[in-house]
């Protein structure tokens, strides 16, 4: 099945810095999302993007769907901005089930 | 207010017995999903369905059932066959396949 890679693993900003995170992904994708996980446990959706870019607020995000990789950017970043964000893919072969990269931790220090 | 409901929040439960955790949406969502995820993972797909009286395995079924009477509710019972059940358990809609899936707050279950 389709595999989906997240990096960094964990990141530690000061609070103000921006930040990219990327997804690899190898296969061909019909859906690809990007998910905040707050400390509670929420997933938040942030960015439903098979291709292209889209923004909204501070958070931007662009996959480059031929070359199998999506960006998340964070600008200006908070405190709130921790947590843990997830990549996740639905493969164009057929699979109805959306496949979760493992995450990277964000830690945005005051 | 439109969303996803997930009942109860923290789960207690002694080895051996079955316990259902609830979830219900108000979306008019045709499709539903379970997901467990366990400390520093991603999710995990347990069963989906994509209307009502139809549901299908995931990636890790075993241990668990899930029914599908009402579009609204897709409630999921984690059996005693379920070797390591202690997880956070989250459930999920959508307006169709490939459509954005919607997350509940979760249940955090513990065996004890």
């Known amino acids: 099945g389709i595999q989906v890679e997240q990096s960094p693993p964990d990141l530690i900003l000061q609070e103000g810095a921006n930040s990219t995170l990327r997804c690899n992904f190898s296969?061909?994708?019909?859906?690809l999302q990007w998910f905040h996980q707050n400390p509670w446990g929420q997933l938040i959706n942030l960015f439903y993007?098979?291709?292209g870019t889209k923004q909204n607020g501070r958070l931007s995000a662009t996959t480059v769907a031929t070359e199998r990789y999506s960006l998340l950017y964070i600008s200006s970043s908070q405190t709130t901005d921790s947590g843990v964000y997830f990549c996740?893919?639905?493969?164009?072969?057929?699979?109805?089930?959306?496949?979760f990269g493992k995450g990277t931790k964000l830690t945005v220090n005051p | 207010d439109g969303g996803i409901t997930q009942s109860p929040k923290y789960l207690f439960r002694k080895e051996g017995q079955n316990v259902t955790l609830s979830c219900e949406q108000n979306l008019n969502h045709d499709a539903m999903y379970w997901y467990r995820q366990d400390p520093g993972q991603g999710l995990r797909l347990i069963y989906y369905?994509?209307?009502?009286?139809?549901?299908q395995k995931g990636d890790i079924a075993e241990g668990y059932s899930v029914s599908r009477e009402k579009k609204e509710s897709f409630p999921l019972t984690v059996t005693s066959a379920q070797k390591n059940p202690t997880a956070f358990y989250l459930c999920?809609?959508?307006?169709?396949?490939?459509?954005?899936?919607?997350f509940g707050p979760g249940t955090r279950l513990t065996v004890l």
């Open positions: 999920a809609s959508s307006g169709g396949q490939g459509d954005t899936q919607y």
């Open positions: 369905s994509q209307i009502v009286n139809d549901f």
């Open positions: 996740a893919v639905l493969s164009q072969g057929g699979s109805e089930k959306l496949v």
């Open positions: 296969d061909s994708v019909n859906n």
């Open positions: 993007i098979p291709s």
